[in-house]
Every structure is written in structure tokens, then in C-alpha cells.
């Protein structure tokens, strides 16, 4: 276990502790066969406005930056930006001007309904004819963490809704549900999917075989972790790869250090 432990402290030390610029670097360099590059400026629960306009500026920049022929995504925590839903309605609207899209990533379970209820707000007010027939492009996503109970409804909610669903294992509780049960809520969120037409669900884990074959057998996009996407390189899948990036790496890579230690 040391061992396992001590070589993803290696992987992830150094791939969260750069600037936008190294992040940009590493894409070209070493992320070239991804579909889609999901970038994340670590860190969270802000309780400044220096944290939260840096974390602002930073998602700008990213959204700048963006090149014609690949598409890049912004994965946010509410918390970043003190759940200010001014701020995050224009950084969504600029989101949708470049084309981009921004998943709201999960938190705390006791956040979980917050954050649903974020997520309709936000495609309510980029799309307000949202369950009607002239829909806009999905830009909104949501992380669902297949340990939460309420993950199939929050599901359907997100499919009702115009809304895309990141399904994730999820790490922050202690090990309630099996991993067959955990499967078999996957395998029922895909088929509730299907019936709403496809094309808003994909799958996020680093190394849980299950779920690649779930999503390899549905023909759906798989969200990696960068440093740990090597090996699932040549899977025939639509490939995203999740990139942090900034200073505020220890309490995130011990934030994944304990997500390991639960299983994920």
C-alpha cells in the first residue's frame, strides 16, 4: 500500500504545481492524442476576493488560450468562487460565447443538491427555453459521484435539463456501497441516458476497469486524470484528460491520496 501510495504522491507532484503556462506546455507535448482537455485551476473553498478574482483570471486565461481543432472544457468547484452566482453566470456566458463548456465538479455530498440546483441555474440562464424544442449547444456539466444515493435523480434531473453528466465514483465518504453496487448504478444511469436520446453522459476515473468497460460497451467518452492516462491510450474511446494545474498542489495531491486510499 506505502508503495502504491508513494508513487501517485510521484505521479501527481509536479503535474498540479505549474502555471497556465506549463499546462499549455504539457498539451503540446504530451496530451496530443486527447479529444478534449479539461482544465482545472486547483484549489478551493475561497474566502477572499484575491482567491477568488485569481481563480477568475486564471479560467479567462484559459479560455483565450483555446485553439481552433481541439475542444477545451474548464472543470470548476462552486466553492472557488464562494458559490458567487454573478460571477459564475458571466464566467458561463463567456464559457458559451467561446464555444467551450464548464463542468461544476463535485464537493462536499452535503453539497450535492446545491449543486444540481447550480447547474439547472446555469443552463436556465444560458438556455431559457431549456425544455423546449429549440435547444442551444450543451455548455453545462455536472460531476456525479455514483456514491451519492441520489445520483440516478440528480441524473435525470441533468438529462431533463439540457444538462451533461460526468460520472465519477467518488471518494469523500467511507466505503457504504460496494463496488458491485456502485456498478450497477452506473449501468442503470447509462440506460436512463439512452432513453433520453445520448449524447450527454460520459465517464471520469482513473483506473477502475468496471466503469472503461462500461463506457467502452456504450461507445461513451472517458474522462482521465493526467498522469495516470498512459495506459488507456490506445482504448478505443473518445479520450478527455483531466489537467489541474497552479500552486495550491499538497492539499489537492493529498486530496487524491485519500480518494486512492478509498478506492477509487
Same mark, same amino acid.
Given at each position: ?36 482537455? /479539461? ?21 479567462? #486565461? ?37 464555444? +467551450? ?24 440562464? #444560458? ?16 460531476? /456525479? ?5 441520489? +445520483?440516478?435523480?440528480?441524473? /435525470? ?9 460526468? #460520472? ?31 449524447? #450527454? ?64
Amino acid at each position: 500500500m506505502f508503495n502504491k501510495l508513494f508513487t501517485l504522491f510521484l505521479q501527481l507532484c509536479g503535474k498540479a504545481a505549474g502555471d497556465l503556462e506549463y499546462a499549455l506546455g504539457v498539451i503540446s507535448h504530451d496530451l496530443e492524442f486527447a479529444d478534449s482537455i /479539461i482544465f482545472n485551476y486547483i484549489g478551493e473553498n475561497n474566502k477572499h476576493k484575491k482567491g477568488i478574482y485569481k481563480a477568475i483570471e486564471n479560467y479567462y #486565461l484559459v479560455l483565450n488560450s483555446i485553439k481552433k481543432g481541439r475542444e477545451r472544457e474548464i472543470s470548476i468547484k462552486p466553492s472557488q468562487l464562494a458559490y458567487n452566482k454573478i460571477l459564475l453566470k458571466k464566467l458561463t456566458t463567456y464559457i458559451c460565447i467561446k464555444n +467551450s463548456i464548464i463542468w461544476i465538479d463535485a464537493e462536499e455530498y452535503n453539497q450535492a443538491c446545491n449543486q444540481i440546483k447550480l447547474a439547472l441555474d446555469l443552463s436556465s440562464h #444560458l438556455n431559457p427555453d431549456a425544455r423546449g424544442k429549440l435547444l442551444k449547444p450543451n455548455n453545462i456539466g455536472l460531476c /456525479i459521484q455514483l456514491k451519492n444515493r441520489d +445520483s440516478e435523480l440528480h441524473a /435525470i434531473e441533468c438529462f431533463e435539463n439540457n444538462i451533461m453528466v460526468r #460520472l465519477c465514483k467518488g471518494a469523500y465518504t467511507s466505503n457504504e456501497y460496494t463496488n458491485s453496487v456502485l456498478l450497477s448504478r452506473a449501468e442503470r444511469i447509462v440506460l436512463l441516458h439512452k432513453s433520453y436520446g445520448g449524447g #450527454l453522459l460520459e465517464i471520469a476515473t482513473i483506473k477502475n476497469l468496471d466503469l472503461i468497460m462500461l463506457a467502452l460497451e456504450n461507445e461513451l467518452p472517458v474522462q482521465l486524470l493526467y498522469g495516470f492516462h498512459k495506459k488507456f491510450m490506445d482504448y478505443p474511446f473518445i479520450k478527455k484528460v483531466y489537467l489541474p494545474f497552479g500552486t495550491h498542489w499538497m492539499p489537492y495531491i493529498m486530496r487524491r491520496l485519500k480518494e486512492r486510499i478509498g478506492g477509487k
